[in-house]
C-alpha cells in the first residue's frame, strides 16, 4: 500500500514515529495531483512551492523538538470559499476572479495553527451554490467513481480530491447538504457540525443562517481528528457558541450502548433509488446486529424541508451579495463601455446604475442570478409575510420536529440522496431536479443540527451509496462514535476508485 492509500490517522502516527516527514508525504500527494487531477479537477490552485515550504518547517520543528500542533506534517486541501490571507479566494466565480483577502479564515488559521501543511484550493459551485459543482465559473469536476458523472456539490472539488487519493484531508462547507451529499456520491466521509460549532469567521457567505464549516476524510477517525482541531468558540464570529471542544479523536473508537436509532418513513417512499434503498436498509441491519434499536419517528414537516430551504437560502443570498456591485472590490465592468453603450442606446438609465447592472450580470453565473432574483422577489413589499415570514414560520416547526424526534432517539438514520451520481449535463436544465437532491440534507441545516455521511454500499455500476446519521444539537462526539460503530463492521470506506 502506497503511503498515499493510509489514513491521515495511520500517515501522522508514522510522522511522529520518524518513518516519514512532512516533505516526502506532501511531495507524493502533489506528484498524485499532478498524475489524476487531470481527468477530476478537483483543484483550482495547487501551491506546490508553499505546500513544500511549510513541510520543511514543519520537518525541522520536529527534528529540533519543538512543540507541534494535532495535524503536524499532514496535508489539507481547502475549499475556495474560505478566505486565505494575500491567496486569490474565487467562491468558483468570475466576481472574485482577482480577490486576495487580507486575513485568514479562523479555520484557516487554526489549520496553521495545527501545523498541517495547505495543499490548495478546491472546486466548488459558484458561491456555495448546487449540488453538481457544474456551476463553477472555471472548470467542472468529474466524480473519480466514473468521470463521466457529477461528484456532487456544492463542495465537489474537496470531496472528489479525498477519494481520488489526492489529499489525505479537506475542508468543505454545508448550506443544505454541501458536505454530506458530495461525500455520499464519492464515497467518503462528510460532517456537518452543529451550527455554531466551528467557526464562519472567514467563510464568504452563502446564507448566514445556514452555512457551516466541516471536515472530508476518508475515514471516521480521520474526521474526528480534523473536527477536533475545526471547533471551538470564537469572538470573531458572533454565532460561535462557546462550549468545551470534546476530544473527538480520543473517543472516537468508543462503542455506544443501548443506542436507538430513528428511521423516518417517508425517507423511502417513492422516489428514492431501489439500490440506494437497499444499500441504506442493510447499513440498518448492521447496526440492528451491533445491539441498535431501531424506532419508527415522524418528522411531518419534513416534506416542507426543500420549499422552505429554497426561499430562506436565497433570501439570505440576496441580501449577502449585494455587496458585490463593482463599487468597492470584486469584479467591474468596463466603465468605456458602459458609458459607450448609454451614448448609443440613448438610455437614460445612468451610468452608475448601468454599471451596477453589467457587473452583476457579467460576474455572476446564472445559478447565482436565479437565487438572488428568487431572494429578492421573497423579500418584496407585498411577498414578505406570503413567503420569507411563513418559510421562517415551517423552519421553527421543522426544528420542533427535530426536538421531538431525539426525546425519542439518540441519532437519525437514513440516506444522504435519493439517487446515485447523476451524469454531468443531466439535470443543469431543470433547476428544480437539481434542488431535489438536498431533499434528505436541507432539514439538518434548517434546524442547525449535526450530520454525517459515510459510505455504506455501491451501486451495480460501481457508485457510491452514503448513509446519514443526524444529531441533536452539539453531539457531534456521539455522531462520530456511531459512525465508527458501523465503519468498524464493514469495508465500504477502504474501497478506492481505478484511476489511471
Same mark, same amino acid.
Given at each position: ?5 493510509k489514513? =491521515?490517522?495511520?500517515?501522522?502516527a ?7 516527514t ?8 502533489? @506528484?498524485r495531483?499532478?498524475?489524476? !487531477?487531470?481527468s *477530476? ?5 495547487v501551491?506546490s @512551492?508553499?505546500a ?14 519543538d512543540?507541534?500542533g494535532? $495535524? ?19 467562491c468558483?466565480?468570475r466576481m472574485?476572479?482577482?480577490f486576495?483577502?487580507p486575513?485568514?479564515a479562523t ?12 495543499l490548495?484550493?478546491?472546486n466548488?459551485d459558484?458561491?456555495a451554490?448546487?449540488?453538481s459543482?457544474?456551476?463553477?465559473a472555471?472548470?467542472?469536476t468529474?466524480?473519480?467513481? !466514473?468521470?463521466t458523472?457529477i461528484p ?6 474537496a470531496?472528489?480530491?479525498?477519494? =481520488?487519493?489526492?489529499?489525505?484531508l479537506s475542508?468543505?462547507?454545508d448550506?443544505?447538504?454541501s *458536505?454530506?451529499?458530495?461525500?455520499a $456520491?464519492?464515497g467518503?466521509?462528510?460532517l ?10 472567514g467563510l464568504i457567505?452563502?446564507?448566514? +443562517? ?10 471516521v477517525d ?11 468558540? !470564537?469572538p470573531?464570529? /458572533?454565532t ?5 471542544t ?5 473517543t ?17 417512499? #417513492?422516489?428514492i ?5 437497499? /444499500?441504506?436498509?442493510?447499513a440498518?441491519?448492521v447496526y440492528q +446486529? ?11 414537516h419534513a ?6 430551504y429554497?426561499?430562506? =437560502? ?6 449577502n451579495?449585494?455587496?458585490? @456591485?463593482? =463599487?468597492h472590490?470584486?469584479y467591474?465592468?468596463?466603465? %468605456? ?5 448609454l %451614448?448609443? @442606446?440613448?438610455s ?10 453589467k ?12 437565487? *438572488? ?14 413567503f420569507?415570514l411563513?418559510a421562517?414560520?415551517v ?11 431525539f426525546e425519542?432517539v ?5 440516506p444522504v440522496? %435519493?439517487?446515485?451520481a447523476?451524469?454531468?449535463? #443531466? ?9 431535489l ?10 434546524a ?14 460501481g ?6 446519521l ?18 468498524s463492521?464493514t ?8 484511476? +489511471?
Amino acid at each position: 500500500m502506497s503511503i498515499i492509500q493510509k489514513t =491521515a490517522t495511520e500517515q501522522l502516527a508514522l510522522l511522529q514515529a520518524g518513518e516519514l516527514t512532512s516533505v516526502e508525504l506532501t511531495q507524493a500527494y502533489l @506528484d498524485r495531483i499532478e498524475q489524476v !487531477d487531470g481527468s *477530476i479537477g478537483a483543484f483550482l490552485r495547487v501551491e506546490s @512551492d508553499s505546500a513544500l515550504q511549510q513541510a520543511a518547517t514543519i520537518d525541522a520543528k520536529r527534528s529540533a523538538g519543538d512543540s507541534l500542533g494535532k $495535524l503536524a506534517g499532514l496535508p489539507v486541501a481547502i475549499k475556495d470559499i474560505l478566505c486565505t490571507k494575500d491567496t486569490p479566494t474565487t467562491c468558483g466565480s468570475r466576481m472574485l476572479e482577482h480577490f486576495q483577502p487580507p486575513y485568514n479564515a479562523t479555520a484557516v488559521e487554526k489549520l496553521l495553527s495545527a501545523d498541517a501543511v495547505i495543499l490548495g484550493r478546491t472546486n466548488m459551485d459558484e458561491f456555495a451554490m448546487g449540488s453538481s459543482t457544474e456551476n463553477s465559473a472555471y472548470q467542472t469536476t468529474q466524480n473519480p467513481w !466514473d468521470i463521466t458523472r457529477i461528484p456532487g456539490g456544492s463542495s465537489g472539488g474537496a470531496a472528489a480530491c479525498v477519494a =481520488a487519493d489526492m489529499a489525505p484531508l479537506s475542508l468543505g462547507t454545508d448550506t443544505g447538504g454541501s *458536505i454530506r451529499q458530495p461525500a455520499a $456520491l464519492c464515497g467518503c466521509v462528510g460532517l456537518k457540525p452543529t451550527y455554531g460549532r466551528v467557526s464562519r469567521y472567514g467563510l464568504i457567505a452563502f446564507a448566514s +443562517s445556514l452555512d457551516q464549516i466541516g471536515p472530508l476524510a476518508r475515514t471516521v477517525d480521520d474526521t474526528a481528528l480534523l473536527l477536533e482541531v475545526l471547533a471551538g468558540y !470564537d469572538p470573531l464570529d /458572533s454565532t460561535s457558541v462557546n462550549r468545551e471542544t470534546p476530544a473527538y479523536s480520543q473517543t472516537v473508537h468508543q462503542p455506544l450502548e443501548g443506542l436507538t436509532l430513528g428511521v423516518v418513513e417517508q425517507h423511502f417512499s #417513492e422516489g428514492i433509488d431501489a439500490e440506494v434503498a437497499t /444499500s441504506v436498509q442493510q447499513a440498518i441491519q448492521v447496526y440492528q +446486529s451491533l445491539g441498535a434499536t431501531i424506532k419508527s419517528i415522524e418528522m411531518p414537516h419534513a416534506d416542507y424541508g426543500i420549499a422552505t430551504y429554497y426561499i430562506i =437560502a436565497p433570501c439570505e443570498a440576496s441580501s449577502n451579495l449585494a455587496r458585490y @456591485d463593482g =463599487a468597492h472590490y470584486g469584479y467591474r465592468t468596463d466603465q %468605456a463601455e458602459v458609458l459607450a453603450e448609454l %451614448a448609443e @442606446d440613448g438610455s437614460d438609465e445612468g451610468p452608475l446604475v448601468r454599471m451596477y447592472r453589467k457587473t452583476r450580470s457579467e460576474g455572476f453565473g446564472s445559478e447565482v442570478q436565479r437565487r *438572488i432574483m428568487l431572494g429578492t422577489y421573497a423579500l418584496s413589499e407585498g411577498y414578505y409575510e406570503a413567503f420569507y415570514l411563513k418559510a421562517l414560520k415551517v423552519r421553527r416547526l421543522i426544528r420542533q420536529d427535530y426536538d421531538r424526534a431525539f426525546e425519542q432517539v439518540d441519532l437519525i438514520i437514513g440516506p444522504v440522496t %435519493a439517487n446515485p451520481a447523476f451524469a454531468k449535463g #443531466e439535470k443543469t436544465s431543470d433547476p428544480m431536479a437539481m434542488y431535489l437532491e438536498d431533499l434528505y440534507t436541507v432539514t439538518a441545516n434548517l434546524a442547525g443540527v449535526a450530520g454525517i455521511s459515510l459510505p455504506c454500499g455501491f451501486t451495480s455500476a460501481g457508485l457510491p451509496v452514503g448513509l446519514q446519521l443526524q444529531s441533536a444539537p452539539f453531539e457531534e462526539e456521539k455522531l462520530l462514535r456511531a459512525a465508527q460503530m458501523y465503519q468498524s463492521a464493514t469495508d465500504f470506506h477502504s474501497r478506492r476508485p481505478e484511476l +489511471s
